[in-house]
């Protein structure tokens, strides 16, 4: 596992369960992994390149259709964490485990709405 913030943002991509978002709401599930713009740029990018998402304008959509395994790829651990998405404070975390690296915590309904559960 790498733990670089580009591949972690890549293989999200990948795996979300979404038939299309909006740049913002791309974004969004992004900002978990980094707020930084040119990080999100090179993320955005690179999973374009590679064929990973297609980009018309402001609309964004996966096509990996590889979706994460709620039972082996995401994990939950119990402990004192803070949500990567929402702030708040959770007893029990979800991470999702990645290729390049394990990406959490989040609360309940944080993890579906970033894989596209919800």
Same mark, same amino acid.
């Given at each position: 596992?790498s #733990?670089? *913030?580009?591949?972690?943002?890549?293989?999200?991509?990948?795996?979300?369960?979404h038939?299309?978002?909006?740049?913002?709401e791309?974004? #969004? !599930?992004?900002?978990? +992994?980094?707020t930084? *713009?040119a990080? =999100? !740029?090179?993320?955005?990018?690179?999973?374009q390149? !590679?064929?990973i +998402?297609e980009r018309?304008?402001? =609309?964004? %959509? *996966?096509?990996?259709?590889?979706?994460?395994?709620f039972q082996?790829?995401?994990?939950? %651990?119990?402990?004192?964490?803070?949500? /990567? /998405?929402?702030?708040?404070?959770?007893?029990?975390?979800y991470?999702?485990?990645?290729?390049?690296? &394990?990406?959490?915590?989040? $609360?309940? =309904?944080? +993890? /579906? %709405?970033? =894989? $596209? /559960? &919800?």
């Amino acid at each position: 596992m790498s #733990d670089d *913030p580009i591949e972690i943002g890549v293989q999200l991509l990948e795996r979300l369960e979404h038939a299309e978002l909006s740049l913002a709401e791309t974004i #969004d !599930r992004l900002e978990t +992994i980094t707020t930084h *713009p040119a990080t =999100t !740029r090179a993320i955005l990018e690179t999973a374009q390149a !590679r064929g990973i +998402i297609e980009r018309d304008g402001a =609309t964004v %959509k *996966p096509v990996g259709g590889r979706f994460l395994q709620f039972q082996s790829e995401v994990i939950t %651990k119990d402990g004192d964490f803070t949500c /990567r /998405r929402c702030g708040s404070q959770l007893s029990t975390g979800y991470f999702m485990r990645l290729e390049a690296g &394990e990406h959490g915590p989040f $609360g309940s =309904t944080c +993890i /579906r %709405k970033v =894989t $596209g /559960r &919800e």
